[in-house]
């Protein structure tokens, strides 16, 4: 009897060593498991943003590549050469250069800008341009559109003398001085940009038409003397007082 008692204990005995084999414990088994992935980090600013173009290598025969369709079309068609190369001579046709709807707006093209050197109007699309300088030489223009860019120093356009309609609408302006010798301008548009100080504006006697909507300024001491100053829109503007150009013959003020 007790030899039949033992061996049922040996037993016993033997399966519970196969079940502690068998079955692991709570903390090997969540050690077992694959451990998650960290979750890969999201690419900074600086790693997001592409660099930007610097200048190309235009080659050096007489023709002239294009990396920018509405660029190209704009040329061919000032040009009347729909079709065949575009040269440098042919850059020196274009006299009105509309490029509102160009989808390229970040550098002005070093191969072509150079060489529009009786170009009198350029309307450039929004964008993040930031670098006139090429524009410096361009003498005969009249007319330019900068607006909606990040242009911020104007100090290129000091010399363009026959500059006579300006749009800076929408950039991060705040510097007129380069401005105080185009004597020739009659329309300067300023509106949401970072200017408060219309001083050097105060020699340009031909100007008929100022927008200064959105802006943080609030003096129009400056303008007292600009007997052909037509339009002046200071909606949105700090100006309080119109008293300084009040005697102006054919302003009308819009607010």
């Known amino acids: 009897m007790n030899r039949n008692l033992l061996a049922v204990a040996l037993l016993l005995v033997a399966c519970g060593g196969e079940d502690a084999k068998t079955k692991p414990s709570a903390s090997a ?9 960290a979750p890969t980090p999201a690419p900074s600013a600086s790693q997001a943003a592409a660099p930007k173009k610097g200048p190309r290598d235009c080659g050096k ?6 990396e920018d369709p509405a660029l190209e079309n704009a040329v061919r068609f000032q040009a009347k050469k ?3 190369p575009i040269t440098k001579a042919d850059l020196a046709k274009v006299v009105t250069l509309n490029l509102t709807q160009s989808k390229q707006n970040e550098v002005l093209d070093n191969c072509v800008f150079p060489h ?4 009198k109007e350029i309307f450039l699309a929004p964008g993040s341009l930031d670098d006139i300088s090429m524009l410096g030489d361009l003498k005969e223009l009249t007319s330019l ?6 242009v911020k120093d104007l100090t290129p356009l000091s010399g363009l003398k026959k500059l006579d309609r300006l749009d800076l609408g929408r950039t991060p302006v705040s510097d007129l001085k380069p401005l105080s010798g185009l004597t020739e301008l009659t ?3 300023l509106d949401d940009t970072e200017v ?14 100022i927008s200064i909507k959105n802006t943080r300024i609030s003096d129009l001491g400056p303008l007292k003397d600009l007997t052909e100053l037509k ?3 200071i909606t949105g503007s700090l100006v309080k007082d119109t008293t300084a150009v009040s005697k102006l013959p054919k302003l009308k003020i819009r607010q």
């Open 145 to 150: 559109r900068l607006s909606i860019t990040k």
């Open 116 to 119: 529009l050197t009786k170009a």
């Open 61 to 66: 025969g007489p023709d002239i590549t294009f």
């Open 82 to 84: 729909p079709t065949g």
């Open 231 to 233: 339009s002046l829109d």
């Open 187 to 189: 329309e300067l548009l």
């Open 196 to 209: 408060t100080d219309l001083s050097p504006l105060s020699g340009l006697k031909k100007l008929e038409v």
């Open 29 to 37: 088994a969540q050690s077992a498991r694959p451990a998650t992935p």
